[in-house]
């Protein structure tokens, strides 16, 4: 026997009330439009997220300074907590860090046991400045050229000691692509950290050049020491520069 069409599904909700059809229509409607919202928010609220992490903001200055940013990875914690282990955190003097840039290095000379309010650290980068002074409120974070660095120190633009006397800088610790950077600039800084840097002291700088002499011999530092950082990425050599 033939069904009734008056009682399908379809006439059912064809003779119901205009405002309960239009409910019934509607409900799928808004369950999408309410979908598309929540993916939305999701979407800003990921964005916003990767927007603060240290390791996308180091992307991002790779893009667009990569003569300044130099590296395709960031440091990695290894390889900082090598370059830290040649600084000596009972040192009186000042510890500067030349291209802070997320940090990594940074947080490797804390936890050496470098006091914050010695710990200077230089960086070029707008960005990269700021998440640096945001990470580590205590440190002094000089957003700037390093090249700059001899000049500041002797005008007295470094944090004093208690006595408010200036403090001779006992260690630089450079992060910085010195072999990606034009020439000009590298000698001004190469020149600028050699001079400013205290008779007995050490610098640190790695690079992935795993052969040839540091670009700061050029500057009259000797080299002291190398080791390489296998685990880095890439592999990495670690050179501790002195005056001789």
Known sequence: MDSDPNTSPLAQARAL????????????RLAVRAAR???????????????????????RELVTQPGSVGAI???????????????????????????????VITSALLARGVAPERLVVIEQSDALAALLARRFPQVTVIHGDAAELARWHVQGLL??????????????????????????????????GAQAL?????????TYALRGPSPWQSAGLARLHSERVIANLPPARVDVLGQG
């Open 17 to 28: 009330p205009g405002a309960v059809r239009a409910g019934i229509d509607a409900g799928p």
């Open 37 to 59: 919202i929540g993916v939305a928010r999701m979407r800003r609220a990921v964005g916003r997220a990767v927007a603060r992490s240290p390791r996308s903001l180091f992307l």
């Open 73 to 103: 990875c960031a440091s990695s914690p290894r390889l900082a907590a090598r370059m830290a282990s040649h600084v000596d955190p009972a040192a009186t003097g000042l510890v500067v860090e030349l291209g802070g840039g997320t940090g």
């Open 159 to 192: 944090p004093p000691g208690a006595d408010g006397a200036a403090l001779a800088i006992n260690f630089i610790v450079s992060g910085l692509p010195l072999l990606s950077i034009p020439l000009p600039v590298r000698q001004r800084i190469l020149h600028a």
């Open 198 to 206: 205290a008779p007995g002291g050490r610098l640190l700088q790695f």
